[in-house]
């Protein structure tokens, strides 16, 4: 059972946007920076967001990330049909001294 | 470019051991704190440990706490996971991915992981 809760799925057409969250507490969200990680079928785990709200050099700026207080939310805008993937958000736990992963988001590009 | 490559995989009866291995190229590996992480098949990620960049601290989550141990040799730039009395709860592909600073507390960059199967 993950500590950092997130919606198992997600859904969009294409061109739309949609947003994914992720709720934590203050031991993990709410006093460190949030990361955020898509993973295609198949295949190893890509970092999509850093800190919090920064991205990786590659990662297109229609995606984007957010936090407030022990919540985090990644957007993806313009939505296609390669976005289709498995989302994880992660954070460090101070109480279990460890990292955290989100359960996980399916996102479908109907 | 950053390169991690994980072996020492397989299939393993319940008690026995293992020890992966992920080799790095790429970057300054001494200057980095390393990580496994695992993912059961069809289900989530799972941290399951993480070393400092000279191998001082060490981290392990609650459910392999005493059963297995990360070590690395920054001479052979390879991060090692130790794993020992085996369960069939174990059984996933595990990654070994890079933190993204001196810190644990971050991961960026992941090899492209090895499947550990815990079966009679």
């Known amino acids: 059972q993950s500590v950092l809760t997130q919606p198992p799925s997600a859904s969009g057409t294409p061109g739309q946007r949609v947003t994914i969250s992720c709720s934590g507490s203050?031991?993990?969200?709410?006093?460190?920076?949030v990361n955020w990680y898509q993973q295609l079928p198949g295949t190893a785990p890509k970092l999509l967001i850093y800190?919090?709200?920064k991205r990786p050099s590659g990662v297109p700026d229609r995606v984007s990330g957010s936090k407030s207080g022990t919540s985090a939310s990644l957007a993806i805008s313009g939505l296609q049909s390669e976005d289709e993937a498995d989302y994880y958000c992660a954070a460090w736990d101070d109480s279990l001294d460890g990292l955290l992963f989100g359960g996980g988001t399916k996102l479908t590009v109907l | 470019e950053v390169q991690l490559l994980e072996s020492g995989g397989g299939s393993v009866q319940p008690g026995g051991s293992l020890r992966l291995s992920c080799a790095a190229a790429?970057?300054?590996?001494?200057?980095?704190?390393m990580t496994w992480v695992r993912q059961t098949p069809g289900k989530g990620l799972e941290w399951v440990s993480a070393i400092s960049g000279a191998g001082e601290r060490t981290h392990y989550a609650d459910s392999v706490r005493g059963r297995f141990t990360i070590s690395r040799d920054n001479s052979k730039i390879t991060l090692y996971l130790q794993m020992n009395s085996l369960k069939a709860e174990d059984t996933a592909v595990y990654y070994c991915?890079?933190?993204?600073?001196?810190?644990?507390?971050?991961?960026?960059?992941w090899g492209q992981g090895t499947a550990v199967t815990v079966s009679s």
């Open positions: 991915a890079k933190a993204s600073s001196w810190s644990v507390r971050n991961v960026d960059v």
């Open positions: 790429g970057f300054t590996f001494s200057d980095y704190a």
């Open positions: 203050s031991s993990n969200i709410g006093s460190n920076t």
């Open positions: 800190s919090d709200n």
